[in-house]
């Protein structure tokens, strides 16, 4: 144990000297990524221990797959356990334990390919029969979180040793990529103990305190190649920004993820850190309206609404500007469904006030419920929503409330509050969640039969340029009748060590997608 | 005597029962359970009927009460409802944490404020009395997370001198795990220091204007033989009280300080479990917490009265 500290310790200095020069080379942009170009090129090294520092845990974790909520247990499940479907720095889905798939024409039946030769923690080999078990976690009498979105399987069948099949109640070209969310993680057929998670992962566990320091040791020979470098991981638990971030200065930590955006470019500019930012890929803010609720089911009111919010001067002054502009729909810019052709909603006060005229208001019938809950800076962001309103005559009332339950007291409860939208693998799952008449998470309550069908249409459709015009409609209407006041999506900020190799941003979480145990190597 | 410390200690019984009652009720209160909590705002509601059924949430509350303080009188705190790990495994080496921190940030500043005090005391008006007077005042006034971090700014980020990094781990040698905790313990001295000095000197003080005082003065006693002899035994009462005050905040109130310093101790245990209302947590925490108060009360009280031949006299025993 204390041989792996002394390596690592001796790996860092070593380095010192190296990073003369890799600092002068690396691309550093105002306000943008910092990464030595270098680091790409080169090959995976393997050896020491990885210390990570992250926020999104509490005492409360476990490996159970069915309940994961947040970052740091993801990350943990990610150390001992793989996934069926792996997301690469596109977004797009790759075999994992998934080695291929077909489709059949419509969408409807899927046959995939179980990669062979695989060795559980445990030393059992990994079977179809693994998998089904692994999939039927999420379904039919569980209490599983995916469940919901795992009910489309109608059935699942074994074909060979090495196949099965999967049949859905209709078509869905975006199946596969709702295989690769993180709850789907594969365990040995029958396991139910979570207190002694098993997985065909880099790492084994070696110690896990909940709230405290889970620690890995690697198992030797990962089936992935260039994958898996450390001798041992250690995920501490820091859930406070500042702590994190001094840990990382003073070299107590190799990796810090959920950096605060109001200091993070004074830590750029440490020579002995590296900080990857991804942009745009984060949280959605939204101020949500319930369009079945007066005013707002008054279109012309929500409009006011969203012609009335500087959405620039929130992103400036409350996210420092590591965000990007959200144009009231949950598709982020990244997306290969990506509506460019939609304009930018700008700040207009003037057609803001017209909207209000419109909809007959006098413009002090709005309340928000602002609280911590939503987000930590709910309330600076609500505060400069209620100035930028002003000059449109609108006087915003703010009600404050406090951050506790804040779920499932106000949230779908009060006509108009916060909500944050985490980012979805596929434009359909992102769209459908949020906006389609029949889910349970439409917030805003808008419901539109057309959207319905075009959300249907897509799903079905094969012919990628066919389905982005689709989605590009369905945005256009989300952006112009649905309640989302969506006014940014923020980057995801990590910080790293000089010494820490093969870091990249992603489109989903932080932390290289939370593996990156699994994918970082030290120089 | 006796009769006094078992009549404190029935109604310490009494109390801590009452407290168990009220946490478990304002617990049960709070919007949301343990399944729509660990379940998150995507759970359908069938599913969080099926995991309330699982976890036992559907079953009365003076069940649920009953169970849980029968297992507490065998010495079991239960199960928790997010983690399924027995309490009595996973809360000792939290309470042991919060009680080390506490017990060597009370060896720190115990001594250290009384004896400032007592200087104090000793050259009322001074300028070493204004000068702690003002010291003491500016380290009540700053709230504690900026201590913290000022601490963490200058020991750890700018001299690099100190881990800013608190938790103690098995492996850690034991000066290892003393310099981890320098930060906390320097933090939590500031702030509770400051207290009990002014506390010391004002009780000085005021039994420094008694007529037996003036007769030791002019019998020709040192002024430094008065104070210790005479008036300290005498201003010992509220000194020990609120010393005993500081040590119960030192056990219950440091959440803040335990995240900036990631030292994971009590008070962070159950705020997470508040958070997702994992009840049996929230109760054992509890009664540790109403633990910590309730025996230190009694300690601060037995021993005014052992100091102070009067109270002992009339409590009888």
């Known amino acids: ?523 | 005597m006796k009769r006094y410390v078992a009549t404190r200690l029935l109604l310490g019984l009494v109390t801590l029962f009452c407290v168990t009652v009220l946490v478990f009720v304002a617990t049960n209160m709070l919007p949301g359970d343990a399944a729509t909590e660990i379940l998150g705002r995507g759970a359908t509601p069938e599913t969080v009927a099926r995991f309330r059924a699982q976890l036992g949430l559907d079953d009365p509350l003076v069940l649920r009460y009953g169970k849980w303080i029968w297992g507490l009188l065998h010495g079991d705190l239960g199960q928790s409802l997010t983690t399924q790990a027995s309490i009595n495994d996973t809360i000792w080496p939290r309470l042991w944490s919060t009680l080390r921190l506490a017990g060597l940030t009370a060896l720190v500043s115990v001594p250290l404020a009384i004896g400032l005090g007592v200087l104090s005391a000793a050259r009322e008006g001074s300028f070493l009395d204004r000068a702690l007077a003002m010291a003491a005042l500016t380290a009540i006034s700053f709230p504690e997370f900026f201590t913290a971090y000022l601490l963490i700014l200058v020991f750890s980020v700018k001299l690099n001198l100190l881990p800013n990094l608190s938790t103690i781990f098995p492996e850690m040698t034991f000066l290892e795990a003393l310099r981890a905790m320098v930060l906390p313990v320097m933090a939590l001295s500031c702030l509770v220091t400051a207290h009990m000095m002014r506390m010391t000197r004002t009780s000085i003080l005021s039994v420094m204007s008694q007529p037996y005082i003036e007769m030791a003065f002019l019998k020709g006693v040192p002024r430094a033989a008065v104070i210790t002899r005479h008036a300290l035994p005498n201003a010992a009462a509220p000194i020990i009280a609120v010393v005993a005050m500081n040590l119960a905040y030192l056990v219950v109130g440091i959440v803040v300080i335990e995240v900036v310093f990631v030292y994971p101790g009590l008070g962070q245990y159950m705020v997470d479990a508040v958070g997702k209302r994992d009840i049996p947590v929230v109760q054992a925490c509890g009664v540790f917490f109403a633990l910590a108060f309730i025996g230190l009360n009694l300690i601060s009280d037995v021993l005014a009265v052992l100091v102070n031949p009067r109270l002992r006299r009339r409590t009888g025993g």
């Not at chain 1, 006098?362 to 505060?383: H, I, K, N």
């Not at chain 1, 359909?428 to 439409?442: A, F, I």
């Open chain 1, 1 to 523: 144990m204390n041989d792996a500290k002394t390596d690592a310790r001796r790996g860092h200095l070593s380095r010192r000297s190296f990073l003369g020069t890799a600092a002068a080379t690396a691309t550093v942009t105002a306000g943008g990524l910092w990464l030595p170009r270098a680091a790409h090129a080169d090959t995976p090294k393997k050896g020491g221990t990885l210390r990570l520092g992250m926020e999104g845990g509490t005492s409360t974790d476990s490996f159970n797959p069915m309940t994961l909520s947040d970052e740091l247990p993801i990350a943990l499940c990610y150390c001992i356990m793989n996934g069926l479907i792996e997301f690469d720095a596109e977004g797009l889905p790759q075999p994992e334990l998934f080695e291929s798939w077909e489709i059949e024409p419509g969408a409807v039946k899927w046959v995939f390919k179980i990669r062979q030769g695989i060795a559980f923690s445990n030393g059992k080999t990994l079977t179809v029969e693994d998998v089904i078990y692994s999939i039927n976690l999420h379904r039919g009498e569980s209490v599983s979180q995916l469940k919901g979105n795992l009910e489309p399987i109608t059935e699942i069948t074994k074909l060979s040793d090495s196949q099965i099949a999967i049949t859905l109640n209709e078509g869905n070209a975006d199946f596969v990529a709702l295989l690769g969310d993180y709850h789907l993680l594969v365990v040995p057929e029958g396991h139910t103990d979570w207190t002694k998670p098993i997985g065909t992962g880099a790492y084994v566990l070696e110690s896990f305190e909940p709230g405290v320091r889970a620690v890995f040791t690697a198992r030797g020979d990962y089936w992935k190649p260039g994958r898996g470098n450390f001798d041992r991981v250690e995920v501490l638990y820091i859930p406070d920004a500042v702590a994190r971030t001094s840990a990382l200065q003073s070299g107590q930590i190799d990796g810090a993820n959920r950096l605060d955006p109001r200091t993070v470019d004074f830590l750029a500019q440490a020579p002995n850190l590296n900080v990857v930012r991804g942009e745009g890929t984060g949280l959605r803010y939204v101020f949500c309206a319930r369009v079945s609720d007066d005013p707002y089911t008054n279109q012309n009111a929500v409009l006011a609404l969203k012609y009335g919010i500087d959405r620039q001067k929130i992103i400036d002054n409350v996210l420092n500007g590591y965000a990007t502009l959200g144009n009231d729909h949950t598709i982020n810019p990244n997306s290969p469904f990506f509506n460019a052709e939609l304009p930018q909603r700008p700040y207009d006060p003037d057609k803001a006030a017209w909207h209000l005229k419109e909809a007959g208001l006098t413009g002090s019938e709005f309340r928000l419920t602002v609280s911590e809950g939503a987000w930590v800076t709910m309330p600076d962001c609500a505060q400069i929503f209620q100035q930028s309103l002003d000059p449109a005559g609108i006087k915003l009332e703010l009600n404050k409330v406090p951050a506790d339950g804040y779920w499932s007291n106000v949230w779908r409860v009060d006509p108009f509050c916060g909500v944050i939208w985490a980012s979805r693998m596929t434009a359909d799952e992102n769209l459908t969640v949020c906006y389609s008449s029949t889910s349970p998470m439409n917030d805003s309550n808008w419901k539109n039969e057309a959207f319905d069908k075009l959300l249907t249409e897509a799903r079905v459709e094969l012919d990628q340029g066919k389905r982005k015009e689709i989605y590009a409609t369905c945005q256009q209407m989300v952006s112009d009748e649905a309640g989302h006041v969506l006014f940014a999506i923020n980057d995801t900020l990590d910080g790293y060590g000089k010494n820490v190799m093969g870091v990249n941003k992603h489109p989903r979480f932080g932390f290289d997608d939370l593996r990156v145990a699994e994918k970082a190597w030290f120089a």
